[in-house]
């Protein structure tokens, strides 16, 4: 078996040079094609099947990643009390909510993947998620701060939500630098 495993790995050096190929990168972050075919997967599953293009999927990864650099730029981290705390609550919503648990096995169902899978995964981004929300909150609360609004959590003022979104968005423009996109990117 070591012998087929030696010519499996020279054949397909040979046909192809690289299977997965590395789309884009920040710093050292490789954002990998089977990463972005997994995101648009996710965004779709997400919008209810919405079509997403292969260059959006690609932005939405690296913005998530830069992201962190910036939480991290503003003095922001998450504890492991925080996240157990979350992952314990996000549990929770799914016993105890139908319309929770339907959306999330129908999630699940069109990713391909099983309800101990899908909370692997969230165990394992929960840190980012919880990182990247606190972001959100910090530049919202300064917004309304600086414009006399209120801020809270649950429906939070629509102009502090167009503030956070755009500021997210300038990400990808304020560390385009940091930023290489590789030309197998089509779409």
Same mark, same amino acid.
């Given at each position: 078996?070591?012998?087929?495993?030696?010519?499996?790995?020279?054949?397909?050096?040979?046909?192809?040079?690289?299977?997965?190929?590395?789309?884009?990168?920040?710093?050292?972050?490789?954002?990998?094609?089977?990463?972005?075919?997994?995101?648009?997967?996710?965004?779709?599953?997400?919008?209810?099947?919405?079509?997403?293009?292969?260059?959006?999927?690609? =932005?939405?990864?690296?913005?998530?990643?830069?992201?962190? =650099?910036?939480?991290?730029?503003?003095?922001?981290?998450?504890?492991?009390?925080?996240v157990d705390a979350e992952f314990a609550a996000q549990k929770k919503n799914y016993e105890e909510f139908p319309?929770?648990?339907?959306?999330?096995?129908?999630?699940?169902?069109?990713?391909?993947?099983?309800? =101990?899978?899908y909370y692997a995964a969230i165990q394992d981004q929960l840190p980012r998620v919880i990182l990247r929300q606190?972001?959100?909150?910090?530049?919202?609360?300064?917004?309304?701060?600086?414009?006399?609004?209120?801020?809270?959590?649950?429906?939070?003022?629509?102009?502090?939500?167009?503030?956070?979104?755009?500021?997210?968005?300038?990400?990808?423009?304020?560390?385009?630098?940091?930023?290489?996109?590789?030309?197998?990117?089509?779409?």
């Amino acid at each position: 078996s070591l012998d087929k495993a030696a010519m499996l790995g020279c054949s397909a050096a040979n046909e192809e040079p690289d299977a997965d190929p590395v789309v884009a990168r920040y710093r050292d972050t490789e954002i990998r094609q089977s990463l972005v075919d997994y995101e648009k997967k996710n965004q779709s599953a997400l919008s209810g099947g919405k079509e997403v293009r292969e260059r959006d999927a690609v =932005d939405q990864l690296l913005q998530n990643r830069i992201m962190l =650099d910036e939480a991290e730029r503003l003095g922001l981290s998450v504890t492991q009390e925080e996240v157990d705390a979350e992952f314990a609550a996000q549990k929770k919503n799914y016993e105890e909510f139908p319309e929770v648990r339907e959306y999330i096995d129908d999630y699940c169902e069109t990713a391909g993947i099983t309800l =101990d899978g899908y909370y692997a995964a969230i165990q394992d981004q929960l840190p980012r998620v919880i990182l990247r929300q606190k972001l959100r909150d910090v530049l919202g609360e300064a917004y309304c701060q600086a414009h006399g609004l209120t801020f809270t959590k649950v429906n939070p003022p629509e102009k502090m939500r167009d503030y956070v979104q755009s500021y997210l968005d300038g990400l990808l423009d304020k560390y385009s630098a940091k930023i290489t996109y590789f030309p197998a990117l089509n779409g």
